[in-house]
Every structure is written in C-alpha cells, then in structure tokens.
Nanobody, 123 residues
Framework: LVQLVESGGGSVRAGGSLRLSCVAPATNLNNYCMGWFRQAPGKEREGVATLQYGYGISWYADSVKGRFTISRDYANNTMYLQLSSLKPEDTAMYYC????????????????WGQGTQVTVSS
C-alpha cells in the first residue's frame, strides 16, 4: 500500500504560481511512475504530468507544457509540480497518483491516489 499526501494548492490570480507537493512516506518510489492529474467541475479527470521517478523521465500534457514542471526529491520521497503562468482554465482539483513500473498515460492503471488539493485561478 502506498500512501500519498498532497499539499500546496490555493487560490491565485492569473499569471501567478503555485507549487504542489506529494509525499509518499515510507515508500521507495524508484520503481514507480508518479503522476499528477486534475479534474475541473463538470469535466473528466485528465493527466497533467508524469514522472518515471527512478529515472527522472517526464511527460506533460500539451496544455501545460512550458508552464508546469514536475520534479522529485529523493531524500524525502517527494514529488513536486511547479505551476507557473497559471490560467483560469487550470482551476481544478489536482491529484497525485502512483503506479508500480513504467509510466502509462492511462490513469486507470494508477493504483494509488492522494486525496487531492484544490487549485483556483481567478482572472
């Protein structure tokens, strides 16, 4: 069982920045693919970014390329998502997720999920 705890959401104006954190206590994430997903009201959950934790290989959705950055802190079993140049359409609940093995864009293959952290961007 992998426990994931997110933090760092909040409310910002368009153009602002936030950093989301996802901690996995007592879990070696080297053999996991980690991902950030988001769900806006009335919309389906979508992939934002993934990170092959042990290798540092990342993937981004086209909608966030150049604005969001996924990173990791080995020492603290933590994954981050830096959100910059935020737009109102980035408003959503953001979820951290993990799956053992290689990365897969299909979110249904992610077995472990955090509780979510809300990001609200006003114009």
């Amino acid at each position: 069982l992998v426990q994931l705890v997110e933090s760092g959401g909040g409310s910002v104006r368009a153009g602002g920045s936030l950093r989301l954190s996802c901690v996995a206590p007592a879990t070696n994430l080297n053999n996991y693919c980690m991902g950030w997903f988001r769900q806006a009201p009335g919309k389906e959950r979508e992939g934002v970014a993934t990170l092959q934790y042990g290798y540092g290989i990342s993937w981004y959705a086209d909608s966030v390329k150049g604005r969001f950055t996924i990173s990791r802190d080995y020492a603290n079993n933590t994954m981050y998502l830096q959100l910059s140049s935020l737009k109102p359409e980035d408003t959503a609940m953001y979820y951290c997720a993990a799956r053992r093995g290689s990365c897969d864009s299909n979110q249904r293959t992610f077995a472990y999920w955090g509780q979510g952290t809300q990001v609200t961007v006003s114009s």
